[in-house]
Protein backbone atom coordinates (compact mmCIF):
# COMPACT_ATOMS: atom_id res chain seq x y z
CA UNK A 1 0.00 0.00 0.00
CA UNK A 2 1.06 3.76 -1.15
CA UNK A 3 -0.48 6.58 0.59
CA UNK A 4 -0.43 10.14 -0.95
CA UNK A 5 -0.63 13.54 0.57
CA UNK A 6 -0.48 16.68 -0.91
CA UNK A 7 -0.42 19.64 0.61
CA UNK A 8 0.78 23.38 -0.34
CA UNK A 9 -2.92 24.86 -2.58
CA UNK A 10 -4.48 27.80 -1.71
CA UNK A 11 -5.70 31.20 -3.34
CA UNK A 12 -3.22 33.21 -5.25
CA UNK A 13 -4.01 36.33 -8.15
CA UNK A 14 -2.84 35.66 -11.28
CA UNK A 15 1.26 35.87 -11.72
CA UNK A 16 1.97 34.71 -9.11
CA UNK A 17 3.41 31.14 -7.66
CA UNK A 18 2.84 28.25 -5.45
CA UNK A 19 4.58 24.94 -4.27
CA UNK A 20 2.89 21.85 -4.06
CA UNK A 21 3.94 19.01 -2.23
CA UNK A 22 3.19 15.22 -2.15
CA UNK A 23 4.32 13.01 0.38
CA UNK A 24 4.55 9.46 0.31
CA UNK A 25 4.63 6.45 2.70
CA UNK A 26 4.39 2.63 2.50
CA UNK A 27 6.81 1.56 -0.41
CA UNK A 28 9.86 1.87 -1.56
CA UNK A 29 9.03 5.71 -2.93
CA UNK A 30 12.39 6.21 -5.47
CA UNK A 31 11.11 2.69 -7.62
CA UNK A 32 8.25 4.17 -9.15
CA UNK A 33 7.09 7.17 -11.25
CA UNK A 34 5.13 9.64 -9.87
CA UNK A 35 2.52 12.11 -11.77
CA UNK A 36 0.84 15.36 -11.05
CA UNK A 37 -2.69 15.61 -12.37
CA UNK A 38 -5.27 18.80 -12.02
CA UNK A 39 -8.97 18.56 -12.65
CA UNK A 40 -11.51 21.90 -12.57
CA UNK A 41 -15.08 21.47 -12.03
CA UNK A 42 -17.17 19.95 -15.00
CA UNK A 43 -13.70 18.78 -16.97
CA UNK A 44 -12.12 15.73 -16.94
CA UNK A 45 -8.70 14.90 -15.24
CA UNK A 46 -6.05 15.96 -17.09
CA UNK A 47 -2.03 15.35 -16.63
CA UNK A 48 -0.20 18.08 -15.98
CA UNK A 49 3.61 16.60 -15.37
CA UNK A 50 5.69 13.37 -14.49
CA UNK A 51 9.17 12.37 -13.15
CA UNK A 52 10.50 9.21 -13.05
CA UNK A 53 11.67 7.28 -10.19
CA UNK A 54 14.92 8.60 -10.31
CA UNK A 55 13.86 12.43 -11.17
CA UNK A 56 15.85 11.65 -14.08
CA UNK A 57 13.50 12.24 -16.66
CA UNK A 58 10.05 14.63 -16.82
CA UNK A 59 7.48 15.77 -18.97
CA UNK A 60 4.71 18.37 -19.13
CA UNK A 61 1.54 19.33 -20.67
CA UNK A 62 2.08 21.88 -22.93
CA UNK A 63 -0.48 23.99 -21.19
CA UNK A 64 2.42 24.17 -18.12
CA UNK A 65 5.62 24.03 -19.76
CA UNK A 66 8.25 26.51 -18.73
CA UNK A 67 5.67 27.63 -15.74
CA UNK A 68 5.79 24.49 -13.73
CA UNK A 69 8.15 22.37 -12.39
CA UNK A 70 8.10 18.95 -11.04
CA UNK A 71 10.92 17.53 -9.02
CA UNK A 72 10.81 15.14 -6.08
CA UNK A 73 13.42 14.34 -2.72
CA UNK A 74 13.49 10.90 -2.73
CA UNK A 75 15.34 10.99 1.04
CA UNK A 76 12.06 12.32 2.12
CA UNK A 77 9.25 10.88 0.15
CA UNK A 78 8.20 13.71 -1.74
CA UNK A 79 7.41 15.28 -4.79
CA UNK A 80 6.80 18.81 -5.45
CA UNK A 81 5.31 20.80 -8.38
CA UNK A 82 6.68 24.66 -8.70
CA UNK A 83 3.62 26.40 -10.13
CA UNK A 84 5.09 30.25 -11.41
CA UNK A 85 3.10 32.20 -13.62
CA UNK A 86 -0.24 30.93 -12.82
CA UNK A 87 -3.56 31.69 -14.36
CA UNK A 88 -7.05 31.59 -13.82
CA UNK A 89 -7.00 28.78 -16.35
CA UNK A 90 -5.08 26.80 -13.58
CA UNK A 91 -8.05 26.89 -10.92
CA UNK A 92 -7.84 22.91 -10.66
CA UNK A 93 -7.89 20.26 -7.36
CA UNK A 94 -4.73 19.02 -8.03
CA UNK A 95 -3.65 15.41 -7.39
CA UNK A 96 -0.55 13.69 -6.97
CA UNK A 97 -0.04 9.88 -8.16
CA UNK A 98 1.81 6.63 -8.50
CA UNK A 99 2.37 3.93 -10.82
CA UNK A 100 4.05 0.43 -9.58
CA UNK A 101 4.20 0.12 -13.54
CA UNK A 102 7.70 1.36 -13.94
CA UNK A 103 10.28 3.78 -12.56
CA UNK A 104 11.99 3.94 -15.79
CA UNK A 105 9.66 5.80 -17.94
CA UNK A 106 7.36 8.72 -17.47
CA UNK A 107 3.26 7.68 -17.89
CA UNK A 108 0.79 10.19 -18.90
CA UNK A 109 -2.44 7.87 -18.93
CA UNK A 110 -4.29 8.35 -15.30
CA UNK A 111 -5.67 4.93 -16.13
CA UNK A 112 -2.03 3.43 -15.16
CA UNK A 113 -1.45 5.31 -12.03
CA UNK A 114 -2.66 2.94 -9.31
CA UNK A 115 -1.99 5.38 -6.08
CA UNK A 116 -3.87 8.61 -5.68
CA UNK A 117 -3.77 11.30 -2.94
CA UNK A 118 -6.76 13.51 -2.18
CA UNK A 119 -5.90 17.03 -4.05
CA UNK A 120 -5.47 19.77 -3.00
CA UNK A 121 -6.91 23.08 -4.61
CA UNK A 122 -5.87 25.34 -6.16
CA UNK A 123 -7.48 28.85 -6.83
CA UNK A 124 -5.83 31.51 -9.38
CA UNK A 125 -7.93 34.62 -8.95
CA UNK A 126 -7.84 37.18 -12.22
Known amino acids: QVQLIESGGGLVQAGGSLRLSCAAS????????MGWFRQAPGKEREFVAG????????YYADSVKGRFTVSRDNAKNTAYLQMNSLKPDDTALYLC???????????????????WGQGTQVTVSS
Open 51 to 58: ITGRGDST
Open 97 to 115: ALTTETGKRLVTADARYNY
Open 26 to 33: GRSFTMYT
